[in-house]
Structures are given as C-alpha cells and as structure tokens.
C-alpha cells in the first residue's frame, strides 16, 4: 500500500476526472467573469479579511459599481494584502490570479492597474467564463433566478429561489421577516433578495401587514410569482436568534403584530414561527417537489455575519424538519460543531441532506474535518460534495480547486488506514460531486438539455 504522502498526489490527480455540479452560487448571466481586478480581490470573503487587517471599509462592494468607487476601493485595500496571505481565502485568490491569469507577483500600488486591464481584458471574450468552469470540469452551476436574465448563460445555469427570508433575522431589527414579505408584494416575479445586513435603510413599501390575512395574502401572492418548473430549490436562511414556536395561530400573530412598533425578541419569534411554518406547509404541498436550501449558523453583525448557533434552535430545527416529513431539506452550515450533530440528524430524518463547505467553515482547515465526519456518519445519497457560492467564474473555479485538494487528503488517509480502497475512494468521490447532485436535486449536466425558462413578467406598476 501506498504511503500517505504519495497517495495524496495520486488522489489528487484521480480527482480531477471527476466532474462537478455547483449546488449553489450567485453567478450573473451579465458577468459570468470576472470584470476587473475588483470583482476577484474584493469578492465579500476577501473583504472580510482585509477588514480585520485594518481596512477601512467593511462593507461588500456594490456589484455595479462606479469607476471611481472602484478603484477607491481597490487602491485602499492594497496596503493591508500583505497581512492577509496566511488566510485560507488569500489562497484561492492566489489561485486564481496563478493559474488564470498567469499573475505570480504581489498586488502592488504600482502594478494593480495592469492587472486589473489584464482581468477587463478577457472579461470580454463570452469563451472564456466557460472555459474557466472547463478546466475545473465544472458542468453546471445553480444560481438565483434572476440571474438567469435573457436566458444567455442558460447552458451554464439552472435556478434557484433566493427571494424573500421568513426566519432570517436583521442587525437590530425585530420585524425584519415581515418587512422582506411586505417588499415582496408588490412585485409580479421574483427580484434579488434584500442584502444579508441592510444596514436599517428600508424603502417604502405599497402595502404593510396589519392582519394575520394580510400575511396569508402576501404568502399566496408570492406563492403565484413564481414558475416551479423552472427552479430546483429554494434557498433561505434559518436564524438562531429566533425561538420557533410550533402552532402560532392567527390571534397570536394579530396581537404580536400590534405592538410591531415597539418590537422585540418576543414579536420577532411569533412573525417568523407564522410566516416561516406558512411557507413550508405551502411549499411542501406544491406539485411540484424542490429542494429547501437553508443556511444555518451565520448571524448577521454590522456588515457581514458570525459563526454561532444556540443548541435550542438544532432541537426546533430538527421538529421542523419531522413536523414537514414530505418536503426534503438542505443543509447550508457555517458552524463546525455543529457538523457532527446534522450528521445525526440526516441519519433520523430522512427528508435532511447536508451540502458543501459555507461561509465560515470554508477554509482548508476546516473542509477535511466536514468531509471526513460526514463520509463517516451519512450515506452519499445524502451528501453533495461542493458548491462553491461563488459571484464568478473564477471563485468557483478556486474553490473547486481547494474542495479537490482537501477531498484528497481524506480519501487517502481513508485508504492508508484501511476504512477504503482507492476503488472505494473515488466511487465515493463520484457520487457526492457528481451523482447525488443530479440524484437529489435534479442537477442536470450541460450536455443535457433543461427545459426552457418562461419569459419574465412585467412588473407590476
């Protein structure tokens, strides 16, 4: 048998035949690649870092932003690079620069216009988004609907919705899951989803919730602008910070509603425990079965978010899930201790599944952990191996490169020990890249045809 050190080589090498299905991402039909040098130095990770280095800004780039904002953005983070090169996120940011386009030098106040015009310059060829996803065999991603704009990038794309959280919580905000329903109501299709933090500003809405049936009313309603043919899942987010209540009824609701203007964690739990349990009992009805994708353990802070889940929400998530045995689930976890106890949920539930590697647990340190408990604890039908929640081509592609070099390392050391052998290995490898995806959630590869999407609806006026 094969040494640990050389068989992680051979896995490694074994592993790139094996194509992938990207579960989820954010990537745009109007800019599959990269558009400057902004796009993949600042993705929000990288942000992220660069924030707790010292730099000044901790807020995500516009996704269209101004030249000027731009480059401002991009000029004031270049000192505070150097800090963060031990990060396991400067590491896909070195991949990608090293292996697509060529860039082996720091970012430097005096060099970072040549590559931004390098990364413009190819940003133009529509090739070469495809060919990025080609060289990591990447066949197919799944994004937000409305990405999916004119339908140009529909042999790259099939859709999710990610349009309206009804147990997603805001930074100082109790009444945040009505205000995202009410913002829903007033539109005739599905739009991009208010931003993880919303930082209090809050457009005025047409219409606001006063009653139990007003809340019906706005379900249904979002309900109808939505074309279940044409999505395979539902994304959404279910926060620690709100106790579910099981049976909230509509008197309940009315009164909580009335004191929605001096709101606190008491209102928050019985909007979200109503809103939240009428949506999956619709959503479990429909003819039409998808997936219900939900992120866990990210709590919102002033810009981004933190790792943290209380041990009362993994219990009122496992009676949600029992409460709707006929919907299946997806579980999105940023939290490690938390791994191990979805894993035994997936065992006793059969409608849970778990996905990838999210948020603040995808780092090199943290994804063999992930992938070496779970190939312990839950059978591959259940576990899809990647998807990389990326805005680019190129992070998808970085981080298909990392997941394989991590999946790697497990697999061999599965095999030095004797738990595997290597045929053993890659057929497990297979199955959660590549079979489980199209097994569970209807993924289909881009030599395969998807049915076409509808034309939008105007919006409403």
Known sequence: MASFEKLVPQMEEALQEIPLLDAHTHMDAKHLAARGLDDVALYHMVISDLYSAGYPDGSRMDEWPTEKDRVRRIETAIPYYPAIQNCGVAWGLRIILEDLYGWKKPITAENWRKLDALIKERSGDTAWPREILDRVKIRRTCTETWRGHDGSADDVFQYSLEWCFFARCQWGEFDAVLYDLENSWQYDKPQPPLPVTTGGKRPSVPREIKSADDADAAMDHYFACISFDEILSTAQHISTDINYIDNVTKEEFNKALANRKRAGAAEQD?????????????????????????????????????????????RSLANIIARHPRQNFQSFVSSMHANQTLAT??????????????????????????????????????????????????????????????????????????????????????????????????????????????????KKK
């Open 270 to 314: 019985i909007y979200s425990s109503y809103l939240f349990e009428a949506f999956l009992t619709r959503l479990e009805n429909l003819p039409k079965r998808i997936m219900f994708q939900f992120s866990f353990g990210a709590e919102p802070l002033p810009f981004e978010s933190g790792s943290r889940i209380r041990q009362e929400t993994l």
């Open 345 to 458: 949920f997936c065992r006793e539930l059969p409608n849970l599944s778990l996905a990838g590697y999210w948020w603040h647990n995808f780092f090199p340190s943290f994804i063999p952990r992930i992938i070496s408990e779970r190939l312990d604890m839950v059978s591959t039908n259940k576990l899809v191996g990647f998807f990389s929640d990326a805005y680019t081509s190129e992070w998808a592609y970085a981080k298909a490169v990392m997941v394989r070099k991590c999946l790697a390392r497990v697999l061999a050391e599965k095999v030095t020990t004797g738990q595997y052998d290597t045929k053993l290995a890659l057929d497990v490898a297979r199955r959660i890249l590549w079979e489980t995806p199209q097994n569970l959630l209807g993924m289909v590869p881009k030599s395969e045809p998807v049915k076409a999407r509808a034309k939008a609806k105007p």
